[in-house]
């Protein structure tokens, strides 16, 4: 079955430095993977999709890579602030209008 | 100011009863979700519904139901047949954007005692 894998441990990085967060999938060939930011009792809001045929996208501080030869994507956030805290899920459509989430890497910034 | 509303925030019953959890969003979008969300794992999905009328079982059903008599509304129930409902419950819409992404509502968080 499809299958989604993101670190389970958090990542603890100083101000100021790149958080690189990994997403790994199985079984499938997605046409397209998402990643969301969740903060803490609340829900999940979008941050950027990539396409299968972009190998990276950027947004401001976030930057995207998809390699579907490893079916891996990495998400990187520049110059990190505390502010960036937050659960980070990746998201894959398994067809029609369902999507699977990855459990999530939790990013921990310290000032 | 549009956008998807769950109420309520947190919500406590007593095992063996029945408890409806309210959805409403007005971005006017065909396609309506429930997930449950535990510590430690991903979303999993209860329910979907593509259009009004029309509703599919997602991978974790059982125990629960929904109905969509209207565009804006997408109500769950928790009923008693759900072996173990305390979680938190995010429900999510979506249009037809090019990012094809999902909005979610803030969550209820259901304890049952």
């Known amino acids: 079955s499809q299958k989604i894998e993101q670190n389970s441990e958090a990542l603890n990085i100083q101000e100021g430095k790149t958080a690189t967060l990994t997403c790994n999938y199985t079984n499938y060939s997605p046409a397209y993977l998402q990643w969301y930011r969740q903060d803490p009792g609340r829900g999940p809001v979008f941050l950027l999709l990539i396409r299968e045929n972009e190998k990276e996208k950027r947004k401001e501080r976030l930057k995207v890579t998809f390699d579907t030869t490893l079916k891996q994507s990495l998400f990187h956030i520049t110059a990190s602030q505390p502010a960036d805290s937050a659960t980070y899920l990746c998201a894959l459509p398994t067809g029609g209008f369902k999507t699977i989430f990855g459990a999530g890497t939790r990013l921990f910034v310290k000032a | 100011d549009g956008g998807i509303t769950q109420s309520p925030k947190y919500l406590f019953r007593k095992e063996g009863q029945n408890v409806t959890l309210s959805c409403e969003q007005n971005l006017n979008h065909d396609a309506m979700y429930w997930y449950r969300q535990d510590p430690g794992q991903g979303l999993r999905l209860i329910y979907y519904?593509?259009?009004?009328?029309?509703?599919q079982k997602g991978d974790i059903a059982e125990g629960y139901s929904v109905s969509r008599e209207k565009k804006e509304s997408f109500p769950l129930t928790v009923t008693s047949a759900q072996k173990n409902p305390t979680a938190f419950y995010l429900c999510?819409?979506?249009?037809?954007?090019?990012?094809?992404?999902?909005?979610f509502g803030p969550g209820t968080r259901l304890t049952v005692l």
């Open positions: 519904s593509q259009i009004v009328n029309d509703f």
């Open positions: 999510a819409s979506r249009g037809a954007g090019l990012n094809n992404e999902q909005f």
